[in-house]
């Protein structure tokens, strides 16, 4: 079966740090683009990161720039979103999800272009 797995969410205090796993089943993450998406409560879905596993090209949504960082272990299959700095804002449903599409084909942003999705993992920032 073709799915993907996030884990690592939880509760953490503000400036505290949290590393999201997404692991890949059924097929492999070589030549996919990775995108992390959030989604707040009474928000849209938003683009957090994207990450080319073919070449590596890292694009970040300016909100988590320098605090978010992104990682993978080919021989897990596996994608790390590394999460330093939280802010309560952060607080979120977060969703690991892959794409055929390269990063350059991509409009940045459009759920419709990611062929697999996460079931989610709750992130939740305390002030």
């Known amino acids: 079966e073709v799915q993907l797995v996030e884990s690592g969410g939880g509760l953490v205090q503000a400036g505290g740090s949290l590393r999201l796993s997404c692991a890949a089943f059924?097929?492999?993450?070589?030549?996919?683009?990775v995108g992390w998406f959030r989604q707040a409560p009474g928000k849209e879905r938003e683009l957090v990161l994207v990450?080319?596993?073919?070449?590596?090209?890292?694009a970040y949504a300016e909100s988590v720039k320098g605090r978010f960082t992104i990682s993978s272990d080919n021989a897990k299959n596996t994608v790390y979103l590394q999460m330093n700095n939280l802010k309560p804002e952060d607080t979120a449903v977060y969703f690991c999800a892959a794409s055929a599409l390269s990063i350059t084909d991509q409009v940045m942003g459009v759920s419709s272009e990611y062929d697999y999705w996460g079931q989610g993992t709750q992130v939740t920032v305390s002030s």
């Open positions: 990450f080319s596993l073919t070449d590596g090209t890292t």
């Open positions: 059924g097929f492999t993450f070589d030549h996919y683009t």
